[in-house]
């Protein structure tokens, strides 16, 4: 990979906008590359019992606590597979072929998977965190999600900081299409300037059972015209400001939308909440970009 300079103009942009986005971050060739680590992943799933992962249900059956699984929970040291609910049948059999089966693998793929660590600590993202002004970037964890054709799920209207709370500097989204990202398909839609009217719920670890988490209210209700669609070409990265409220819609179409995503908090003089599901582990340092190494 060569290295690309970050310039003002994307700390400006996520100031004013609460996201800012960066065309051609990475090339065709490297998305390809990407896309075909993400597929091999579900050629290696595992025999467990499947996850489902959704945001709908949480917000339907959960109004105030959304019980998350032991799968997710342990998930931050780990390359865990969550499926698209309609994937699988009411005892949780698949139904459909595994290579569209999946809403998401994560939360280590930066950390364990040799193709994303690569990509997450390379000096383009060293660059870029250089041009936030980012002191002690570290990465806290990565996605790749599928939003798979017909099947790939809404993700709701939320903040990430409402599960990776950081005081007084927000985490920050590093969102990176690895396929072109179209109304039709499920791209993102943001809340421009939503970054600015503060927090508006969290999920936090239950105080009776640390192992748990539960929101501490129910969901805000956004209007749908608080939002603006946000198609980009494949290879875009779109930085997310950890306050600004953004979703994507179910993928509708025939193609798929693959993107690669890894949060990354700022270590210095801010505070990472314990109440966060996610939190550093033995087998989960939160590794300083500036220092870490893309090799393995
Ligand atoms: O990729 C998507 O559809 C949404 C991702 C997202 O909102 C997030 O990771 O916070």
Not at 226 to 237: E, N
Request: proline residues 6%; glycine residues 6%; aromatic residues 10%.
């Amino acid at each position: 990979m060569s290295s690309r300079d970050g310039t003002e103009v994307e700390r400006l942009q996520l100031e004013r906008d609460g996201f800012a986005v960066v065309e051609g971050f990475l090339r065709d060739a490297e998305c390809a590359e990407l896309v075909a680590a993400g597929l091999e992943l579900t050629r290696h799933l595992p025999d467990a019992p499947p996850t489902v992962f959704t945001t709908t249900e949480h917000q339907v059956l959960n109004q105030l606590y959304f019980m998350t699984s032991r799968y997710f929970m342990e998930s931050n040291d780990k390359i865990s597979y969550f499926y698209e609910k309609e994937a699988l049948d009411d005892d949780g059999k698949l139904q459909v072929d595994p290579s569209i089966s999946l809403n998401k693998v994560g939360h280590a793929l930066h950390l364990l998977h040799p193709i994303f660590r690569c990509y997450t600590y390379s000096e383009r993202v060293k660059a870029l965190c250089r041009a936030l002004r980012l002191v002690e970037p570290a990465v806290v964890q990565s996605m790749y999600i599928y939003k798979n054709p017909g099947i790939g799920a809404e993700v709701v209207p939320h903040q990430d900081i409402s599960y990776l709370h950081t005081e007084p500097i927000p985490p920050i989204g590093f969102w990176i299409a690895l396929e072109d990202a179209t109304i039709e398909n499920g791209c993102l839609w943001m809340a421009r300037g939503s970054h600015k009217s503060g927090i508006h719920r969290r999920m936090i670890r239950s105080p009776e059972d640390r192992n748990k988490c539960i929101y501490d209210k129910p969901p805000p209700v956004y209007p749908d015209s608080s939002f603006t669609p946000l198609p980009v070409s494949k290879g875009t990265c779109v930085l997310i400001h950890g306050n600004v409220v953004h979703r994507s819609a179910a993928n509708s179409s025939a193609t798929s939308r693959h993107a690669y995503t890894f949060h990354v908090v700022e270590r210095k003089d801010n505070n990472y909440s314990e109440d966060n599901w996610l939190q550093e582990g033995e087998n989960a340092p939160f590794l300083n970009i500036y220092t870490t190494s893309e090799m393995l």
